[in-house]
């Protein structure tokens, strides 16, 4: 007799949500593996230098395009990666150029994208309630004749 647990979603979303799953934990695995890997087979002498030159040439796009436009938006970001990995494939031919800025486009738009959603999660989270709706019959009534108990507001005005 085989047992269900009550927990899972029947079969067919089941088997999709296991996809999504595995998918997920192989970019993340994927992608620390390849960095080390990176990190390992780097000269000695440069490893932590191009990511300083990629960080330092991010970061002046990205301010002079706030500059630019006077404002700090998501775009100037996904803008700043696109321009970054074109400028830094650039000895490598037009056709590394379009396909490292479209990476870092990408890479940036995600990264951009997931930092709007949790803003906006985080902001629903922390919202105010509601004010609690006050019994109609205990306000004062809306015409100048005070409710019994009630003093004149005339008298104060």
């Known amino acids: 007799m085989r047992s269900r647990t009550p927990a899972r979603e029947p079969c067919p979303w089941r088997s999709v949500d296991d996809c999504g799953g595995a998918f997920s934990m192989g970019v993340i695995g994927g992608a620390v593996f390849q960095a080390i890997k990176g990190f390992r087979n780097a000269p000695v002498g440069s490893r932590?230098?191009?990511?300083?030159?990629?960080?330092?040439?991010?970061?002046?796009?990205?301010?002079?395009?706030?500059?630019?436009?006077?404002?700090?938006?998501?775009?100037?970001?996904?803008?700043?990666?696109?321009?970054?990995?074109?400028?830094?494939?650039?000895?490598?031919?037009?056709?590394?150029?379009?396909?490292?800025?479209?990476?870092?486009g990408i890479l940036l738009a995600l990264i951009e994208g997931v930092g709007i959603l949790l803003t906006?999660?985080?902001?629903?989270?922390?919202?105010?309630?509601?004010?609690?709706?006050?019994?109609?019959?205990?306000?004062?009534?809306?015409?100048?004749t005070p409710a019994p108990g009630y003093p004149s507001y005339q008298k104060y005005h």
């Open 48 to 104: 932590h230098r191009s990511f300083a030159v990629w960080g330092g040439l991010f970061s002046t796009i990205d301010r002079g395009l706030v500059q630019l436009g006077g404002k700090k938006d998501p775009w100037n970001s996904i803008t700043s990666g696109v321009l970054t990995g074109a400028v830094l494939a650039a000895r490598s031919g037009p056709l590394a150029m379009t396909g490292s800025a479209m990476m870092e």
């Open 120 to 144: 906006r999660y985080t902001v629903q989270q922390f919202r105010n309630a509601p004010p609690f709706l006050e019994d109609p019959s205990q306000l004062p009534p809306k015409d100048s």
